[in-house]
């Protein structure tokens, strides 16, 4: 089972490659998210000895975004030539990408687990067309499934409620292990009133550090792992060894028995692990 998983994700990365290769923080693009403040980890750990992980979605700017993508969805839908990797929602899977495999070769971080928090002030409609819904359902089933983080909570403030129905999609997406352990609020006040720790959060959410120290302290961490994340792109899988399902990514993969070759015959050979999949889980 271990070595199910390994695979796993070593084929996810192959799966996403825009997303999980080359994770240069130096890059301009990933420098400005970095600076916004749009991802970033809290330093120290909080009294569980979890790393905080902070996202601030509505610092992502889509106006020369919004307008370039519908014009090229235009030319897609008469002439079949759009390749969304080269837009904005490919830098959003890089910065992530970089975050947690960051965050990941710390093995106590992946004993502990983690705590997020997001601020979704600022976030609005556009921001729901980075990804199609099919898109969505990817990276969300194989994000919790295969990428070996533990996600112990999960806290939202400043929710509009013309999006409620984007947060009621996403919450679909998650098993009922992580939705438990989710809390939206519509304000950091209410956050607050409900014990919500702040002590790991920037000054401007109710922690002492300030928001631009944390961000400076994070990027010196991502520095010194910089090396280490850009050898991680020698890692690969042999992919004509497993089905076409698992190499798109599909969620149906992640029911069946792992390193099937689907080449579309009856008596397909079939590799490594067979039977229904079981999860390697430890909480």
Known sequence: MAEEAIERYLLLRQVYHLAFHHLDITEPTMQELLSLGYLFAAPGRDAKGRRV???RPGKFNFNTYMLTLCLIRVAHALLGVFDPHKYTNADMCRIHAITYECLMEDEEN??????HFADGAG???PHLTLFTPKEAVRIVKNGERTIPMRHKEVHAINTHPSLKFALDFGMSLISEKIKK???IYTSLEEAINHKMDTSMLPKEYGGTMPMKEMIELWRQELLEMRPTLLTHDKMRVCLELYSEKAREGAVSALKQGFGCSDIGSSDSTMYGITGSFRKLEVD
């Open 110 to 115: 992946q004993v502990r687990g983690f705590v």
């Open 53 to 55: 992980v902070i996202a």
């Open 181 to 183: 352990r989710v809390r």
């Open 123 to 125: 976030v609005s409609f």
